[in-house]
């Protein structure tokens, strides 16, 4: 994650909460810059769980429960994307600012995924949204099958 992408979720950031009248905290800006930085150890898509181990581990400063709470801020304003991947917990990752929306086929049986962006869903949600009187703000789609290799068997 380039710097550029830093400051690009910092002002995204900034503007929701000045909106809502709240202000910037040292652990919540020490959260993001984890979440930036390519060398945090944290694979693309992250547990909640996970992360907050890390963090702590590291000394930032930045409880476990600032984490979960700042996830669903994160999550509010899109600068985090989650996901099921039919499993009973969530996975997280950081929104692409160059490439807002993609996609994940999701194995039914051993959980693994694979992304991709061929063709775009994106007009038909807006479509939809707009004939139910709904602004979009972000979709997802997400397909469930069975991967070529649990259909093996193995």
């Not at 898509?45 to 600032?66: N, P, Q, Y």
């Amino acid at each position: 994650m380039k710097n550029a992408d830093l400051e690009y979720y910092k002002r995204i950031l900034d503007r929701f909460l000045k909106e809502k009248g709240l202000r910037n905290s040292s652990p919540r800006d020490k959260l993001l810059t984890f979440l930036c930085d390519p060398s945090n150890g944290l694979p693309q898509h992250f547990e909640a769980d996970t992360a907050a181990f890390m963090i702590v581990k590291k000394e930032l400063g930045v409880s476990r429960a600032s984490v979960f709470r700042n996830f669903n801020l994160f999550t509010e304003i899109g600068i985090l994307r989650k996901s099921k991947f039919g499993e009973n917990h969530f996975h997280y990752e950081l929104t692409d600012c160059k490439k807002k929306f993609h996609h994940h086929l999701i194995c039914r049986k051993c959980g693994r995924f694979i992304e991709f962006d061929k063709g775009s869903f994106n007009n038909v949600a807006k479509k939809i949204a707009s004939a139910n009187g709904y602004e979009m703000t972000d979709y997802r789609f997400e397909v469930f099958g069975i991967c070529p290799e649990c259909k093996k068997g193995k």
